[in-house]
């Protein structure tokens, strides 16, 4: 606030005994009155304040000065708490606002600091009904005359003293459409005057955002004023806190909630920071996982083009394998059919021969005796005798080699080598041993034949003796 010199007038009449202000009207009429010096001086440390009793002896209406104006805050509140209350309660017995007002304005003009504004700070808590309306419109213009600005504040007695404190107020204004420098001021019953006037253009000088706050508070235009609250959002940047009622601990809580803007700050740009670089990491991590996963796809695909010839070859040699056994399995199969057909063919020749030998057995001895009958007459017959003999010799040895390659394959035991020597077959294998087991009982069977008919045979030659 600019450098001002401040009157505070005090009604110190026998109205101010009244408790409709806790504790009454008196100390509440103090505690503002404190408030206001405390902001005054601590705004401006070249600002003065004065102290004047409006009703200034016993038994009269004249006016006290307390204190000049002065910057001894310790002098100003010794001489508030010593405020007596004075007059027999009758009307006469009042204030006397326009003459408090002439002599906080002489107290002005005699001030130290000639540079500073001129304000009256003005208490009413009793009726002004022995003071004439006209008189307070002349008290309010000779103050706008005089450059000094004047705040009333009303504590009770608002039905009386409405009008003539209306008119004192706008004359101290002007008519000229000027800013309004001067307000009144009104307190509701039960309210504390100083959680009024603490958010009041009383206390911030006629700012016009604090008079806003008072939410319609009463100025020259006649308003009640009975709204006050909200002064908190005015200190918020001091916590809250009254920098005029303790400037230290308004400044540290302004530096400390400084401090406190300025690391959440911080904070807020450091998330964004880290925010910004894990955005830019995921957009950088991104085309490498894109990249990564394209190579696993390309390797997988790699892996199933390699394993499809593998697959494929190993199917070709299962076919392979399968055909091989499949191939061993005909090899085998047509090995025994031939083995078959050689017994076969061998049954059937062995019969021939036998029947050839009967015959030949049988025509023997009709020979001989034609040829002991003959004597053997003619040579020819021998030569012939002798080529068939040679011949049947031939197909004797013929048959006698025919016949043992057929032994050797229906013997078990050589096919069984044999088989074992071709490549990928298995002598073990299940179907081979049925097989030999086969070739083994058919051989057996072929032996049990040929016995048979060697027994017939050599049955039928002593038949053929005997005859």
């Not at 009429?29 to 002896?57: C, R, W, Y």
Request: hydrophobic residues 35%.
């Amino acid at each position: 606030m600019p450098l001002e010199s401040c009157m505070i007038l005090l009604d110190n009449s026998q109205y101010m005994r009244n408790g409709d202000y806790l504790p009454s009207r008196l100390s509440a009429q103090q505690d503002a009155a404190n408030l206001l010096v405390s902001h005054k001086t601590q705004s401006n440390p070249e600002s003065t304040v004065g102290v004047i009793l409006m009703n200034g002896g016993c038994f009269t209406a004249g006016v006290e000065l307390l204190v000049s104006p002065t910057d001894d805050v310790g002098k100003i509140l010794s001489a508030l708490h010593g405020v007596p209350l004075r007059g027999e309660g009758d009307m006469e017995s009042g204030v006397d606002v326009p003459a408090s007002v002439q002599v906080a304005s002489l107290a002005l003009k005699h001030r130290r600091n000639k540079n500073g504004q001129q304000r009256i700070v003005m208490f009413v808590g009793s009726p002004l009904s022995n003071v004439d309306k006209k008189i307070m419109v002349k008290a309010g213009k000779a103050l706008k005359k005089n450059n000094v600005k004047i705040d009333v504040v009303a504590m009770g007695e608002w039905e009386e003293n409405q009008e003539k404190l209306e008119a004192l107020v706008d004359a101290a204004n002007g008519s000229n459409g000027e800013e309004k420098t001067c307000h009144l001021i009104t307190i509701p019953a039960g309210t504390l005057p100083s959680d009024i006037l603490i958010s009041s253009p009383v206390v911030h000088g006629g700012d016009a955002a604090a008079a806003a706050a008072m939410g319609g508070m009463g100025t020259s235009s006649g308003g009640t004023g009975g709204g006050g609250g909200g002064g908190g959002h005015d200190f918020a940047e001091y916590g809250g806190v009254d920098p005029n009622l303790d400037p230290e601990l308004a400044m540290a809580l302004r530096i400390s909630m400084e401090e406190e803007r300025a690391r959440q700050e911080r904070i807020a740009r450091e998330n964004q920071q880290q925010e910004q670089e894990q955005q830019q990491q995921k957009q950088q991590q991104q085309p490498v996982e894109e990249q990564g996963e394209e190579r696993e796809e390309s390797q997988d695909n790699d892996v199933k083009m390699e394993d499809a010839p593998a697959e494929t070859e190993n199917v070709a040699s299962v076919a392979n394998a399968a055909e091989d056994i499949g191939d061993e399995d005909a090899m085998l199969q047509q090995a025994l059919a031939m083995s078959m057909a050689d017994a076969q063919v061998q049954e059937e020749e062995q019969t021939m021969t036998s029947t050839s030998s009967a015959t030949n057995q049988a025509s023997m001895p009709q020979k001989q005796d034609n040829h002991e009958s003959n004597e053997y007459d003619d040579d020819g017959d021998d030569d012939a005798a002798m080529q068939m003999a040679l011949a049947m010799s031939m197909a004797d040895n013929h048959d006698s080699t025919a016949e043992q390659g057929l032994q050797r394959f229906q013997d078990p035991e050589f096919v069984n080598q044999l088989l074992g020597s071709l490549p990928g077959v298995d002598p073990n294998d299940s179907s081979i041993q049925k097989a030999l087991e086969n070739l083994e009982k058919a051989n057996q069977q072929d032996k049990n034949k040929e016995e048979d008919k060697n027994d017939e045979k050599d049955d039928n030659d002593d038949d053929n003796g005997k005859k």
